[in-house]
C-alpha cells in the first residue's frame, strides 16, 4: 500500500506571504504510459467536504485562484500558495489515486500568523 | 450538474451493520470511467479511503477493512451503497461518496458527508 506523508503537520503563515506544503509519497505516483503523476490537492474548511484543487500534481481545477500551484514528480510533490489569504485557512490533503487501495495524507493544518 | 448526498442513520449500536446510500445526478453510474466511492473522516482526524464501485461492477476496498465492507449499485436508481458490518465505536466518523472519472481525474465532486455516531 502507499503510504503519502505530508510535512508540516501544522503551518503558520502571515498574510501576503507564500505557504509552502510538502507530500511524499512511499512509491512513485509517475505512471511512465502516459507520464501523468497521479497526485492531488485537496482543502478542507471545517464542516465542509474536500474540494479539489489540483490534480495530477500541477493542474489547477476550474475555478480555483491562480495563487494555488502544485509542483513535483515521481514521489515528492509541494502545494504553494503563493500569497496568503485570510479565505485560505483550512486543512489540506494530498491524495493519491495510482492505485487501489487509494490514500491520503494526514492533513496539514493551514493557520494566520 | 453533478451532485452526491449521503443518506442513513445517524446512530448505530455496536456490532450492528451500518448502511449507508449516496444518491447521485448529473451522470449515469453506467458511463464508461465513471467511479464512486466512499471516504470517512473520524472527528478531527483525517481522510481515509473505503471503497470504490466503476461503471463497469469493478469494486476496490480498502484491504484493512475488506471483510466488512460491501459496496453495490443500483444504476436505475442512481444508487450506491456501502454496508458495513460489526462496527465499533472507532467507526464512528463523517462518511462521505464521492464521484470519480477513472481516465482523467480524482474524486471531484463530493457529497456533504453524513455523521455517524457508533454507541450503545
Known amino acids: 500500500d502507499i503510504v503519502m506523508t505530508q510535512s508540516p503537520d501544522s503551518l503558520a503563515v502571515s498574510l501576503g506571504e507564500r505557504a509552502t506544503i510538502n507530500c511524499k509519497s512511499s512509491q512513485s505516483l509517475l505512471y511512465d504510459s502516459n507520464n501523468n503523476n497521479y497526485l492531488s490537492w485537496y482543502q478542507q474548511k471545517p464542516g465542509l467536504p474536500p474540494k479539489l484543487l489540483i490534480y495530477w500534481a500541477s493542474v489547477r481545477e476550474s475555478g480555483v485562484p491562480d495563487r494555488f500551484s502544485g509542483s513535483g514528480s515521481g514521489t515528492d510533490f509541494t502545494l504553494t500558495i503563493s500569497s496568503l489569504q485570510a479565505e485560505d485557512v483550512a486543512v489540506y490533503y494530498c491524495h493519491q489515486y495510482y492505485e487501489s487501495p487509494f490514500s491520503f495524507g494526514q492533513g496539514t493544518n493551514l493557520e494566520i500568523k | 450538474q453533478i451532485t452526491l448526498k449521503e443518506s442513513g442513520p445517524t446512530v448505530v449500536k455496536p456490532t450492528q451493520t451500518l448502511t449507508l446510500t449516496c444518491t447521485v445526478s448529473?451522470?449515469?453510474?453506467?458511463?464508461?470511467?465513471?467511479?464512486v466511492g466512499w471516504i470517512r473522516q473520524p472527528p478531527g482526524k483525517a481522510l481515509e479511503w473505503l471503497a470504490i464501485?466503476?461503471?463497469?461492477?469493478?469494486?476496490r476496498y480498502n484491504p484493512s477493512l475488506r471483510y466488512r465492507l460491501t459496496i453495490t449499485k443500483d444504476t436505475s436508481k442512481n444508487q450506491v451503497v456501502l454496508t458495513m458490518t460489526d462496527v465499533d465505536p472507532a467507526d464512528t466518523a463523517t462518511y462521505y461518496c464521492?464521484?470519480?472519472?477513472?481516465?482523467?481525474?480524482?474524486?471531484?465532486?463530493w457529497g456533504q458527508g453524513t455523521l455517524v455516531t457508533v454507541s450503545s
Open positions: 464521492a464521484h470519480r472519472d477513472k481516465w482523467l481525474r480524482p474524486f471531484d465532486y
Open positions: 448529473g451522470f449515469s453510474l453506467s458511463t464508461s470511467g465513471v467511479g
Open positions: 464501485t466503476y461503471w463497469n461492477d469493478d469494486n
